[in-house]
């Protein structure tokens, strides 16, 4: 029992050593990547990263934050920004569908439709923020709502990221408008608020449907 409860300790100290988000926030990139510029590229962008093993066998479980952020960091620095962050959400548009078609049950994706956009809203964001943890790993979320929703994320990925925190941002903002649109209302549009870099580590961004 005595090492049962020990090993327990150790797993907990290990999760906390070693966050970690889902696997969409690689899985997805390398699916934009291989669609915007091929097989090729993708691969020299993974292995960069050190990540070559996941474009053949994809995560199915949580992966540490930091080679997240080492994968963001390899798109930065083989395709420039403009670039890096359109990947980024382009894998965040595919991150809404899987979400869509795996994640959210019909009866729940039914009701926020029927419901009028603002408290269908409400619903979304409660239950996001419940699964925060899952793409935030040791970072912050935080919503505030009124004639917009305006989201702030901290830390995570965001600050491991350093130099491409902005292309983990692009991926966060094209996830969220994505889900709004199919969700809560097909006009909703994102602004960024904040711009995330490698000092601040957080981006803040609104959506609108008005």
């Known amino acids: 029992?005595?090492?049962?409860?020990?090993i327990g300790v150790l797993a907990v100290v290990e999760e906390r050593a070693?966050?970690?988000?889902?696997?969409?926030?690689?899985?997805?990139?390398?699916?934009?990547?291989?669609?915007?510029?091929g097989p090729d590229l993708a691969r020299g962008v993974f292995a960069r990263a050190g990540l070559s093993g996941w474009l053949d066998h994809p995560p199915a479980a949580m992966v540490p934050e930091a080679d997240v952020a080492a994968l963001h960091r390899a798109l930065l620095a083989e395709l420039g920004e403009p670039e890096a962050?359109?990947?980024?959400?382009?894998?965040?548009?595919?991150?809404?569908?899987?979400?869509l078609a795996k994640r959210i049950p019909a009866p729940v994706r039914v009701l926020l439709r029927l419901l009028p956009a603002a408290p269908s809203a409400r619903l979304l964001l409660r239950a996001i923020a419940?699964?925060?943890?899952?793409?935030?790993g040791s970072g912050s979320f935080a919503v505030e709502q009124g004639e917009r929703v305006v989201v702030t994320i901290?830390?995570?990925?965001?600050?491991?990221?350093?130099?491409?925190?902005?292309?983990?941002?692009?991926?966060?903002?094209?996830?969220?408008?994505?889900?709004?649109?199919?969700l809560?209302?097909?006009?909703?549009?994102v602004?960024?608020?904040?711009?995330?870099?490698e000092a601040t580590g957080a981006c803040a961004f609104a959506l609108s449907w008005r």
């Not at 029992?1 to 020990?6: K, N, Q, R, V, Y």
């Not at 419940?130 to 935030?136: I, L, N, P």
């Not at 491991?160 to 991926?171: L, T």
């Not at 809560?184 to 549009?189: D, Q």
């Open 130 to 136: 419940r699964h925060a943890w899952t793409f935030c």
């Open 154 to 182: 901290t830390g995570g990925p965001l600050r491991a990221a350093g130099p491409a925190a902005a292309c983990v941002a692009a991926y966060y903002a094209a996830t969220f408008q994505a889900l709004f649109r199919a």
């Open 191 to 197: 602004a960024a608020l904040r711009r995330a870099t």
């Open 85 to 99: 962050r359109a990947v980024a959400a382009a894998a965040g548009r595919r991150t809404a569908d899987y979400l």
């Open 184 to 189: 809560v209302h097909p006009n909703t549009s």
């Open 18 to 37: 070693c966050p970690r988000v889902g696997p969409d926030a690689v899985n997805r990139v390398a699916e934009a990547l291989a669609e915007r510029h």
């Open 1 to 6: 029992m005595a090492e049962a409860g020990a």
